[in-house]
């Protein structure tokens, strides 16, 4: 296998995340490449170095400008906050590193389209970690839509529920708190959520054309961790929205931080002319599937236990029957992304995919303020 020198940005939620998947991908996929953790970075160096210890990294550095210019670093993994995105992609690929990103691309679409000018301008292999599309029970309702089993689509719906920041007292900033403050993350459940929702919906159902939206931020003020302050709340707290998809199906939206025992409901359904399917993140392993073309006398919702050597990335892992769980998307997207190099097909979503969810993350937040319809920008033709 070719070796690949891996550079990791960040050491919070994301960073053990994709760890852990460059330690474990090829135990489990044949690949040409073989992942090496030579480099993690992060400010603070006594944390960065504990963290580098306990997941086996071979070095730390406390500067990413450093981290790129180095040249025994083949590919820089952006697992920071999102307003550091930008520029660390912009200079990631003028240096000519591969790059993979975290979601949200980027603080918003104006940023966006300069990464993707960049990255596409250095044509160096990229990949923005949608994790969502390598659960095999969304990727299994990918087929079957690809199959045309739906027909055609009528209604999208979709939730993304959490229910920890209810508490006024839960202040702001810092390093574990990033996503409640604007100037860090560039929007609230809309960046951080929906984008999830969004990405899966278009990769499902196809481009989103219009968007009419509306937000609300439950706690006005939180104490600042960095300052000590009470400072305004700028992040949208709960997002809903209705739009319309470019095949005329109608969606709606959801997305809270305050639905009280929601952990991590993230959820889909698709109506379509011939069948249904729907999916709860919160019940993983597991596909809901309704086909109208069934016999009359035994027609109804089934519920397809999706851990077959038939259904996607299952030949890699247990026997039928067992469960895979969150930290094994991260290693077959990664597997696809490894897979690619070797292909030379790039794994999707690229940093247009993730462009196309930042326009209309963007359009919601404009709708919302704007109480009004909104067009989503259409991102650039793909360059083949």
């Known amino acids: 296998m070719k070796k690949l020198n891996v550079g990791l940005i960040g050491y919070g939620f994301m960073g053990r995340a994709h760890s852990n998947a460059y330690r474990k991908v090829n135990q489990f996929f044949k690949l040409d490449y073989q992942p ?27 500067d990413w400008k450093k981290l790129i210019a180095r040249d025994d670093i083949d590919l820089i993994d952006i697992g920071s906050p999102n307003n550091t995105h930008c520029e660390i992609t912009l200079a990631a690929a003028k240096a000519g590193k591969m790059i993979l990103c975290e979601k949200p691309l980027a603080m918003n679409a104006k940023e966006g389209e300069l990464m993707t000018k960049a990255v596409e301008k250095a044509a160096v292999p990229s990949m923005v970690w949608y994790n969502y599309r390598r659960v095999p029970a969304i990727a299994l309702a990918k087929r079957l839509v690809d199959e045309g089993r739906l027909g055609r689509v ?48 278009i990769w499902l159902n196809g481009s989103i054309d219009t968007v009419t939206a509306m937000t609300e931020t439950f706690i006005k003020e939180r104490t600042h961790q960095l300052t000590g302050k009470k400072q305004k709340v700028g992040i949208d707290d709960a997002c809903a929205f209705l739009a319309r998809f470019a095949n005329g199906a ?56 999706v851990t077959d050597f038939e259904h996607p990335y299952m030949d890699h892992w247990w026997v039928p029957g067992t469960t895979i769980g969150y930290e094994h998307t991260f290693i077959n997207a990664l597997a696809d992304f490894l897979t690619g190099l070797g292909t030379k097909q790039p794994a999707r979503p690229d940093f247009r995919d993730a462009l196309e969810t930042q ?17 989503v920008t259409k991102s650039k033709a793909r360059k083949s």
């Open 154 to 201: 009528f209604h999208y719906r979709a939730k993304y529920l959490q229910d920890w920041t209810i508490s006024a007292d839960l202040p702001q900033g810092g390093a574990a708190l990033w996503r409640l403050d604007v100037a860090v993350a560039g929007s609230g459940v809309t960046g951080d959520l929906l984008a999830h929702s969004i990405d899966t919906a």
């Open 250 to 305: 109608l969606a709606t939206f959801e997305s809270t931080r305050y639905a009280r025992g929601r952990k991590n409901q993230n959820t889909f359904e698709i109506n379509g002319a011939n069948a249904s399917i729907a999916f709860d993140l919160e019940d993983p392993h597991r596909l809901q599937y309704f086909d109208h073309r069934d016999d009359a006398s035994s027609r109804g919702w089934r519920s397809i236990h």
């Open 36 to 62: 090496v953790l030579k480099a993690v970075c992060a400010r603070n160096e006594e944390k960065v170095r504990a963290f580098a210890d306990n997941w086996g990294w071979e070095s730390v550095e406390t």
């Open 359 to 375: 326009y209309v993350c963007d359009a919601v937040l404009k709708s919302a303020k704007s109480r009004r319809w909104e067009k």
